[in-house]
């Protein structure tokens, strides 16, 4: 049969112009970062792909849940509609909702971790370990090894190492593990799913031992579509109904909806059981505002509420992913080490491998993010060691395995033209990588200090 081209479900109803800057212009801005792609302004920036977080375009209908918005203190329509829709799509019985994703960290690691507990997990996610750690707990990774291993083609790099978690249960006795971290997908490893046969092993495992199970559920959709183009038996199944049987091997989870629920603003906390239901919705009138709000507008509830059900349409996902995984395509067929299998949500390259003249202290996916910049305007993200912080303890660099840079997707917003001037960029650096020489930190702040960090050229 003759190759049959797709395209994405929808057309462009209103464009947002971006400037093309000069080199010279570029120069000026990534020096007056500090060599900080977080600390450019967007106004210099040509193609945004330092995260899809916040960035995606809503659809015709949510921009019409906007006018919909009940601006009540308390008891808006928008919540009821949002809770419904957590309800329906995920399955979930109680929702806090959340200014973003978190704050629903910050609210759970408080109500269940004590200090010196355990938290396993299926790799670390930045905001979600700072949490538990000033919870009192310390993370622990749990993930199998491949998922260190950027050449490992693994379809499930996302899976938990069952013996892993299980020596981890028997060493420090289950009282001590309040729960159990589970991404889907897992933004750290390179956006790689887990798969449901692993995820019904941990659900298995973790009820032997009476030990809950807390979803990460930022990227449960891209997950889902995974699952049903390669986990065998999931083929002829609805994404939407992945998205529900993910949910319920879980306790509760938390979600920035800023990811794959389509909106520029937003999150939640949602859980089964009653009694955290009300230790929750107490905690959040602390620190969010009232519990029919969370920290959102009315609007932005219903934006979200919409946006939900567009997220798990099969048509959306496929192009969602399929717009990714043409970007990834295109920079592994010029040569250039990315980790594999494709991310569903942004394409990691292998800045170690790229930059391999350079050691780890000289920060070389810092440093390739930078070039990238100077070189066409296309703004990425260090996620290597600059990510990984320091260990509390000692106070020295984590060196994690993996030193990336993500080229991250926003949904609905670039089109394939984009993706090509992003793939040729990738390889103009790439093939003047020696010019590159590293940076040095000049100024670190003590809490994710990815964001703010300033840097200079060695
Ligand atoms: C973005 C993200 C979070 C944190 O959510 P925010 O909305 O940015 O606060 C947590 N976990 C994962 C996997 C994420 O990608």
Known sequence: MKHRSWAEPYKIKMVEP?????????????????????LLKSADVYI??????????????????????????????????????????????????????????????????????????????????????????????VIIDEAHDPENEHPF????????????????????????????????????????ENLHEVRSLTQKYGIKIIHDM???????????????GYADREVSEIVREICN???????????????????????NDDELFDRARNMVVIYEGLHTYGGMAGRDMEALAIGIGESVDYNHIKARVGQVYYLGEKIINMGIPIVKPIGTHGVFLN????????????????????ALYLDSGVRAMERGVVSAGRNPENGDHNYPELELVRLTVPRRVYTQAHMDVVAESVEVVYEERNKITGLKFVYEPRYLRFFQSRFEIL
């Open 18 to 38: 971006v400037r093309i800057t000069s080199r010279f212009e570029r120069e000026k801005a990534i020096e007056d970062a500090g060599y900080n792609t977080f």
């Open 218 to 232: 930022t990227r449960v959709a891209e997950n889902a579509y995974i699952i049903k183009e390669r986990e065998p």
């Open 249 to 271: 091997l879980t306790d509760g989870a938390t979600m920035s909806a800023k990811k794959d629920a389509l909106v520029n603003i937003g999150g939640f906390l949602a859980v």
């Open 48 to 141: 945004d792909l330092l995260t899809d977080s916040g960035t995606s375009a809503m659809s015709d209908r949510q921009w019409a849940g906007l006018m919909l918005g009940d601006e009540s203190y308390a008891g808006s329509k928008n919540f009821y509609h949002l809770e419904e829709a957590v309800q329906k799509y995920y399955g979930y019985k109680h929702l806090v909702p959340t200014h973003q994703g978190r704050a629903a960290e910050h609210i759970i690691s408080q109500l269940l971790i004590k200090k010196g507990d355990i938290i396993p997990g299926n790799m670390y996610f930045t905001t979600t370990k700072l949490h538990q750690e000033l919870a009192g707990g310390t993370f622990v990774d």
């Open 351 to 370: 800045a170690k491998k790229m930059l391999s003249h350079l050691s780890k202290d000289k920060l070389p996916a810092q440093a390739l993010a930078a």
């Open 157 to 196: 790099k996302a899976n938990v190492d069952l013996n892993k978690l299980e020596n981890l249960i028997k060493k420090y006795g289950a009282e001590r593990i309040p729960y159990v971290s589970i991404a889907t997908t897992v933004n750290m490893a390179g956006g790689q799913p887990i798969s449901l």
